[in-house]
Structure formats: structure tokens, C-alpha cells
T-cell receptor
């Protein structure tokens, strides 16, 4: 397996624009996580899914953020409208069978909102 | 919820020296403690983990120790090499809860 695949690797957008980040988890993994990494706050869990169902979205900062998982092999994180403070590296990760087992991270999407 | 504190935030060592990173956690019911390594431009990758039924675990040059009474655990890297330079994260969780990550330690190994 190629691992967790995220796209795009880099995204630069203007404030107010919609941004969509994409993730393909490892085949067979039933948990998918979205994290945000900043210098100020470290690694923050935004939301996670189990078998495509959102379980906990308490980490999503505002209504501007939304995430979907339409099937077992694809998830999106959308920010609409984007703001400069959303600039960060966003990671998708997946794991098998339970939440406290090894999480496999993608390479991340570096988002810059100007 | 769980709170994980990690120290130091930056650690600079000479090649061949040992490096120790320490973490404390708040939830006495936590029973899973993974360590992740994040190289520049990449996502974190699990390097070692320990569960609460053991006090120490080793894998070649890295080891993790757990003190449940004091609620702290540590990562030890011996004979450091330049390729060990990275950001290291500790985490803690219990049961069906998602691990809570520490803020990370930037390890720099000077040749």
C-alpha cells in the first residue's frame, strides 16, 4: 500500500476563498483522523471517523470547517471561507481496528491563506 | 480530558551522545503511550509505543520507560546519529479515547 495519500501538498489561497483538502486512507483501515499542526498549538485533532461515520468533531474550530467521508477510501476537509489564521499544516491519518493503535499519517497539506 | 506535557521543547546533542525526552500525563487511567517521530516535510511516524502493563520497552537504540505512579514516561535514544534529528511527539490515551499529543521536542544531533 502507498500509505495515506493527501492532496494537494501545498495550497496558497486568498482570504475568503473555499479550500478543499483531500485524503485517501490506507485500504482496510476503519478509522480516519484529521489533524492540524501549528507552532502555537502543536498537533490538534479536528475530527475523526469510524467506518465513514463522524464520531467526534469537537476539535473543529468553527462552522467554517466541515469534513466528509463519502466512502472508505476518500475524505475531504473543507474550509469556507478561509482566513489567514487557518494557515497551518493539515494531516490526515488512518488506523486499523481501534483508536489507540498505530496511526499512519499522510505527508500533510501546507495551507497558506493570504 | 487528558493533558500531556512534554519537555524539553528543543534538545541539542552531539553525535554519539544520549538524548532523553520526558512527558507527563494527567489521566491516571491512561494505558497507551506512543511516541512519534516527524522528519522535515513529513507526517509523524510511530517509532515505539508502550502499554501500561510494562515498565520499559526497547527497540535497538531507542527505549521508553513508564512510571504509572508518577504519571510520566520518557523516550531514551542512545548513540544518537544525525538522522535522529527530527521532532518527537509523545502521546497518551485510555480505552476508546484518541491519544492526546504533547507539544513536541525538536531534537538536533550535531555531527
Amino acid at each position: 500500500d502507498a500509505g495515506v495519500i493527501q492532496s494537494p501538498r501545498h495550497e496558497v489561497t486568498e482570504m475568503g476563498q473555499e479550500v478543499t483538502l483531500r485524503c485517501k486512507p490506507i485500504s482496510g483501515h476503519d478509522y480516519l483522523f484529521w489533524y492540524r499542526q501549528t507552532m502555537m498549538r502543536g498537533l490538534e485533532l479536528l475530527i475523526y471517523f469510524n467506518n465513514n461515520v463522524p464520531i467526534d468533531d469537537s476539535g473543529m474550530p468553527e462552522d467554517r470547517f466541515s469534513a466528509k467521508m463519502p466512502n472508505a477510501s476518500f475524505s475531504t476537509l473543507k474550509i469556507q471561507p478561509s482566513e489567514p489564521r487557518d494557515s497551518a499544516v493539515y494531516f490526515c491519518a488512518s488506523s486499523f481496528n481501534r483508536v489507540n493503535s498505530e496511526a499512519f499519517f499522510g505527508q500533510g497539506t501546507r495551507l497558506t491563506v493570504v | 480530558g487528558e493533558n500531556v506535557e512534554q519537555h524539553p521543547s528543543t534538545l541539542s546533542v552531539q553525535e554519539g551522545d544520549s538524548a532523553v525526552i520526558k512527558c507527563t500525563y494527567s489521566d491516571s487511567a491512561s494505558n497507551y503511550f506512543p511516541w512519534y517521530k516527524q522528519e522535515l516535510g513529513k507526517g509523524p511516524q510511530l517509532i515505539i509505543d508502550i502499554r501500561s502493563n510494562v515498565g520499559e520497552k526497547k527497540d535497538q537504540r531507542i527505549a521508553v520507560t513508564l512510571n504509572k505512579t508518577a504519571k510520566h514516561f520518557s523516550l531514551h535514544i542512545t548513540e544518537t546519529q544525525p538522522e535522529d534529528s527530527a521532532v518527537y511527539f509523545c502521546a497518551a490515551s485510555r480505552g476508546s479515547y484518541i491519544p492526546t499529543f504533547g507539544r513536541g521536542t525538536s531534537l538536533i544531533v550535531h555531527p
